[in-house]
């Protein structure tokens, strides 16, 4: 029979896979009809008379099974072979084709070689002699289940046969998954070699460097400890040094203020002519020493006051005293010689500032000495100088601001002003007489009293310097 004369139906309600079984027959030169589902099947199969089924097992309504007993038992067709399309996924799916008389098993997905021989196969075979076909049936039971099987026994053969190459096809494509399986174990097990190989490098190295690491800790810890005990002497040779100049400084201060109190008395006795009468010229040179003794005298208690700030021996003496009248005084010790300048000293006190308060009195004065002779000092004739004095409520302090119209200070001049013997002027002129040591000395009375200092200045225009110190008010005048 020539190929196109053989026709083949297809019965598959997967309408893709319908089509992708029809192009692989109808490739192959098969002529090919197909249905959707069992019961068009049979009608097509009835009336079309194919030479061969070849139908899905699960669709809805009639299933392969169903299908392939119908055909079986209608006389005009029974002798058209069926093949079934199954998974296998069910082992009764076998019996189950057995008993509605199948002809053949393809387990899905097919390869599409092994279907057209399978096909070509069943249809040489398909003509069966009568005297080889059994009208007996035989019962047999799987799983629970009774099934009567009445296929030919050549039928059953082929059917069990087919079976068999699907399971042999089965264990091929697992053997050649099993040999894969054994090449891709070999892969790993070589790559964890490797890895193995490598890890170990990669521990030697870590366990290198981690004993790097201690033995620099450990000759870490042992500079660290060299250097401290390094620094601890030198701290204590700095310590006894700053001790030695503090009692070097103290004494010398001390032998040197005996003798100039002489030199100052001494003046004094001769300046009042209390031995006898002195001629203009004596007078003058009298006058020079007195004022030249009493300026060297300041300067030595300077001195003395910083180092014993310095040394941690200063003590204040705490006293109460009217904070007005302190004030008021230290603007008087300036206005004589604000006056003889054309200066105009003017002060502003607040009310509530009219208090009495604990502090050193004889450090405050200081203070305000310093404060208050460096704007006179340092303003030109004719400018003004101006104090104010106010509560800080919020901070608990009395803040002391000392304003001029001065010669200002130059911003980059502002961090080294409270040093000790800094003059910012001393590099151009000796225009200004001091030492330097004013402010440096005012800032440490002022943090002694748990305060603080700062200024605010122009270059040209002027300067305000003020404190702020936390104040204890005599607790009989509190006012609001
Ligand atoms: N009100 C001011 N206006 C401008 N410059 C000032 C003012 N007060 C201080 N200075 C600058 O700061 C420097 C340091 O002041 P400080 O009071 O410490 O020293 P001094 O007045 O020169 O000397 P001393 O106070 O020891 O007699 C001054 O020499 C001056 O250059
Ligand atoms: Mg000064």
Redesign the pocket.
């Known amino acids: 029979m020539n190929k196109a004369e053989i026709r083949i139906l297809i019965t598959e309600d997967s309408a893709i896979q319908a089509e992708k079984l029809r192009r692989v027959l109808a490739f192959a030169g098969y002529s090919v009809v197909v249905a959707k589902n069992g019961v068009e099947g049979l009608l097509k199969a009835r009336e079309l008379k194919p030479q061969l089924v070849v139908s899905d097992i699960n669709m809805p309504g009639m299933n392969g099974f169903e299908l392939c007993r119908h055909i079986k038992s209608d006389t005009n067709i029974s002798a058209t072979p069926v093949i079934l399309l199954t998974s296998l996924s069910d082992p009764t799916d076998v019996i189950s084709g057995l008993e509605c008389g199948a002809d053949n098993f393809i387990v899905k997905p097919y390869d599409e070689g092994h279907l057209l021989a399978r096909i070509k196969h069943i249809l040489l075979n398909r003509e069966l002699p009568e005297n080889l076909q059994t009208q007996l049936g035989v019962e047999i039971h799987f799983a629970g289940q009774r099934y009567f099987i009445t296929a030919e026994k050549k039928q059953i053969l082929d059917f069990l046969i087919s079976t068999y190459e699907n399971a042999v096809q089965k264990n091929t494509e697992l053997v050649k998954v099993q040999e894969k399986l054994e090449l891709l174990n070999e892969e790993l097990e070589q790559k964890v070699e490797r890895r193995t190989v490598d890890l170990t490098k990669e521990i030697g190295v870590r366990k290198q460097l981690e004993e790097k690491l201690r033995e620099y800790a450990l000759t870490l810890e042992e500079k660290v400890r060299d250097r401290t005990k390094e620094l601890e002497d030198a701290k204590n040779l700095a310590d006894a040094a700053t001790q030695a100049k503090s009692d070097f400084l103290a004494n010398m201060s001390h032998e040197l203020r005996t003798p100039l109190n002489s030199i100052i008395g001494f003046s004094e006795v001769l300046q009042d002519e209390m031995i006898g009468p002195l001629n203009p010229s004596q007078l003058e040179d009298v006058q020079y020493i007195l004022t030249a003794g009493r300026h060297l005298l ?2 030595i208690n ?1 001195i003395l006051d910083l180092s014993k700030v310095e040394s941690g021996k200063m003590e204040l003496e705490l006293g109460w005293f009217s904070l007005q009248e302190l004030i008021e005084a230290s603007v008087v010790m300036q206005r004589e010689k604000a006056m003889k300048h054309g200066i105009v000293l003017s002060l502003a006190i607040q009310p509530e500032v009219d208090i009495e308060m604990e502090a050193d009195v004889r450090k405050l004065k200081q203070i305000m000495f ?2 208050l ?3 006179v ?3 030109p004739d004719g400018g003004a100088v101006s104090l104010v004095v106010r509560k800080l409520i919020e901070t608990g302090e009395i803040e002391i601001s ?1 304003s ?1 119209t ?4 130059k911003n980059e ?1 502002l961090p080294r ?2 040093s ?1 013997f ?5 590099a151009y002129t000796k225009e ?11 800032k440490r009375l002022v943090e002694l009293h748990g305060g603080r200092i700062w ?1 605010e ?1 122009e270059f040209g225009k ?2 305000k ?1 003020a404190f702020a110190i936390p104040f204890r008010q005599w607790p009989s005048d509190e006012r609001s």
Do not use: C, H, P, R
């Not at 001065?406 to 200070?409: D, E, N, Q």
């Not at 800094?422 to 001393?426: A, K, R, V």
């Open positions: 300041s300067l300077d310093n404060l002779s460096n704007a000092k340092f303003t000392v001029d001065g010669i200002g200070i001049d002003l409270f000790a800094t003059q910012l002027q001393m200004y007489e001091g030492t330097g040591l004013g402010l440096a000395l005012t200024v200045s002027g300067s310097f």
